[in-house]
C-alpha cells in the first residue's frame, strides 16, 4: 500500500522548520500568470529575523521577444532546463531554452488551438524526448507524437466527448509502473473524472478505471465515483504512485483506486509559522510537490484574472500538517499582479507530470540489459526489397530473469552495407520506448517501415538494439542482411502488411487471439519468398557512441500481436 505524503517526504524534508541554504532552491517556484505572458514570475523562500519568509526573485523567461506574448495553458521544466509549453498562442506545443528561444513547435501560431498540456511520456536517452502525451481540448481529443517526427503519424489518439458534452482537459500525466492518468471535465455535464491508463510504449493502451464526480452517459466498466473530485483544477503524480489533486475549493492526496488519504479546504481553518490563525481565501488554482517535501499551492479571486487582488497568492504549507488534513502555512508571497494559473519548480520534476520520473530514464532496480534473451528468431518478411514495398521486422524479446529490466529503447535499425562494414546511414525500422518487461515476460516487437528515397540501392544490415536510461546499449541476437533493389528490379515477393501491436506476456503462453488473425505468416510457415531470420544469442555490448537515426516514417506504433497461425 502506497505510504502518506507525509512518510514520503521524510527522506527529502527533515523537519517542516529547516531552511537550510541547500535547501531553499528547493522551495523556489515558477507561477505562470492568467493571460497572455513571455515569463513566469518567480518565488522561493528565506530567513528574516529567524522566520520563514517568500522572496520575489523577478521573471523568469518562457518566451523570447520572437515568440511574443501567448497564452501558456501549462509549464513543465525538463530535466535538461528547457521549458515545455502547451498552447503558446495556438502553436500547440513549443520547447523553449532558459533563455526562451524557441527550439521546437508542435505547428504554427493559431494551427492547434486550446491545447491544455503536454507531458514527457518516453524518453529515448537523456536530452532527448520519444513520446509528448498532449491534450487537445479544441478537439476533445488526447494524442501521442514523436516530437522528432512531428509530421508523421500519431502513436496513439482517442477521443474523449460524451453525448451532449465536449471534453476539455486538465492534465495528462504518465506514472511510474507503466500508467498514464487524465484529468477531464464535461462541463455541460457537469463531471469531473481522471481516467486511469495501462501504457505501453510511452501510449496510453487500456482505461483501468474511471475516478468520476458523479454518474454521467457511456460510463466505462470500471467506474469509481469520487464526489471530491468536482470542478478538478490541477492534478500531479506523487512519488508513492498517488495523485496530489487540487480543485476549485479543496486539495486532497488520493491513491488510483479512490482512497483519500488527506483533504484541506478553503476556508477551513489554519495556522502560520507561528501558530498563530490565518485564512486562505478565493479559490485553488494549482499545487505541486516540492523537492524540499513541502506543498506549494496558488489561490485566485475568480473573476479578477489579469488584475493585481489581495487574494492571488502562493502559499508553502508543511507536509506533516497535510497528512492530518490540517493546514500550517510556512509562508506565503505578497500578493501577486495577476491570477496564478499554474505553478512549476524552479528545477522540475521530469517533465512527465509525476514528481521526479522520467520513463525511459528511471531503472530502479531494473536487471541488466544481459539478461534479455530473444526467445523467437529476428525476422525480416523479405531478403529484397523495391522502393514501395513495406519492411515487416518482427522479434520477440524475453527476460527469463528474477528481475524486472527497464528499456528507454528497443529497436530494430538498419544500416547501408553488409553486416560487417562500418557506416553512418542508419534507419528505424521499429522503435519501442519506455519499455519495462516483467520477470518471466515477453515484449513482442512489430513493426513496418516502407522503403523510400532514404533507402540507397544495396546491401543493408538489420540489428536489434536494447538501450536503458543509462546509456547502455546491447544487441541482441544476430543481424539480418537484405538487399534494396534499384527502381528497375522485382522483389516478386511484396506483402501487404499491417502494424501490429506489441505484445506482452508470460514466456511460456501463447499469444492472445480475440480477434480474426491476419494475413502475416506465422514464424513457423514456410513463406516461400526468400525471407531474412536471424536465430537469438546472447546480447553484445555496443560502443558508447550515438546512434544516427533518420526518416523515422510511420514507426514504433504501440500495436497488438495476434496468435499465430499453426
Known sequence: MPKPLALITA??????????????????????????????????????????????????????????????????????????LSDVAGRGVAITDALGASEFSLDAPGARLRITSASVSAYAAPGEIARLLITDSNRS?????????????????????????????????????????????????????????????????TVIRRLASTTHPNQPEEFVIIPELDQLRAFMGLANGNLLVTTQYSLFEMDLEGD?????????????????????????????????????????????????????????????????????????????????????????????????FMPGLDATESGPLSDLTLSREFRLNQSEFVSGDNIFASADIGNPSAAPIALSSLIILANAGACGAQTETSIALVEAVAVEIAPGEVFALRGSRTVDAAFSPGRWCARIYAQNGQGERVELGSAIEFDILEPSGNS?????VEDLDFWKGSENGENPDDETPTDFPSDDDDLGCGCASASGASPERLPAAALMLLGFGGLGWVRRRRAARR
Open 11 to 84: 527522506v527529502v524534508l527533515a523537519s517542516p522548520l529547516l531552511f537550510a541554504t541547500e535547501l531553499r532552491a528547493d522551495d523556489t517556484v515558477l507561477v505562470v500568470p492568467t493571460g497572455p505572458t513571455m515569463n513566469a514570475q518567480v518565488f522561493g523562500l528565506n530567513e528574516a529575523n529567524g522566520e520563514p519568509a517568500s522572496v520575489d526573485f523577478g521573471h523568469y523567461p518562457l518566451l523570447d521577444s520572437t515568440m511574443g506574448q501567448a497564452p501558456i495553458r501549462d509549464l513543465k521544466v525538463l530535466p535538461d532546463g528547457r521549458n515545455l
Open 141 to 205: 481529443q488526447a494524442f501521442v507524437v514523436d516530437p522528432r517526427n512531428p509530421s508523421g503519424r500519431l502513436n496513439w489518439a482517442r477521443g474523449f466527448a460524451l453525448p451532449g458534452s465536449r471534453a476539455s482537459f486538465v492534465d495528462a500525466i504518465v506514472l511510474p509502473g507503466q500508467k498514464a492518468a487524465l484529468g477531464i471535465t464535461w462541463a455541460t455535464l457537469g463531471v469531473s473524472a481522471i481516467d486511469v491508463f495501462s501504457t505501453s510504449s510511452g501510449s496510453p493502451q
Open 260 to 356: 483519500i488519504k488527506w483533504k484541506i479546504t478553503l476556508g477551513q481553518g489554519a495556522v502560520d509559522a507561528n501558530g498563530e490563525a490565518m485564512t486562505l481565501r478565493g479559490e485553488f488554482t494549482d499545487a505541486t510537490l516540492l523537492p524540499s517535501g513541502r506543498i506549494a499551492l496558488t489561490t485566485a479571486q475568480p473573476g479578477v484574472w489579469t488584475s493585481p487582488h489581495v487574494n492571488h497568492r502562493v502559499y508553502w504549507l508543511s507536509p506533516s500538517a497535510l497528512a492530518n488534513s490540517e493546514i500550517e502555512v510556512i509562508a506565503r508571497s505578497p500578493a501577486l499582479e495577476f491570477a496564478p494559473y499554474r505553478i512549476e519548480p524552479r528545477d522540475g520534476h521530469g517533465a512527465s507530470g509525476s514528481f521526479g
Open 492 to 496: 516478386g515477393s511484396t506483402i501487404d
